[in-house]
């Protein structure tokens, strides 16, 4: 079966930088897209970054464009996430997503928190 496991998370001041982590496995993680998104208490989740499965392409957020970095790793069936100059509004649950065949596959999420 599907599953992604995120990691990397934590308690990081404003400024600073984290590399969030997803492991995929039960699917051929290759050939699918990857996306991570992220969800602030009271809010909706929204849409961080997407890669494209051979990890050429990228599509960012506006607010984290130019902050963030996604890319992949397919020999480790692996996502990242670089978060730099981190901001208090970054504060939030992050989760990776993938859809194979029209289904969508979500981790558990990770706690980031950037406060000083």
């Known amino acids: 079966q599907v599953q992604l496991v995120e990691s990397g998370g934590g308690l990081v001041q404003p400024g600073g930088s984290l590399r969030l982590s997803c492991a995929a496995s039960?699917?051929?993680?290759?050939?699918?897209?990857m996306s991570w998104y992220r969800q602030a208490p009271g809010k909706e989740r929204e849409l961080v970054a997407t890669?494209?499965?051979?990890?050429?392409?990228?599509n960012y957020a506006d607010s984290v464009k130019g902050r963030f970095t996604i890319s992949r790793d397919n020999t480790k069936n692996t996502v990242y996430l670089q978060m730099n100059s981190l901001k208090p509004e970054d504060t939030a649950v992050y989760y990776c997503?993938?859809?194979?065949?029209?289904?969508?596959?979500w981790g558990q999420g990770t706690q980031v928190t950037v406060s000083s």
């Open positions: 890669v494209t499965s051979a990890g050429v392409s990228t």
């Open positions: 039960g699917f051929t993680f290759s050939i699918w897209p």
């Open positions: 997503k993938v859809v194979v065949w029209s289904r969508q596959y």
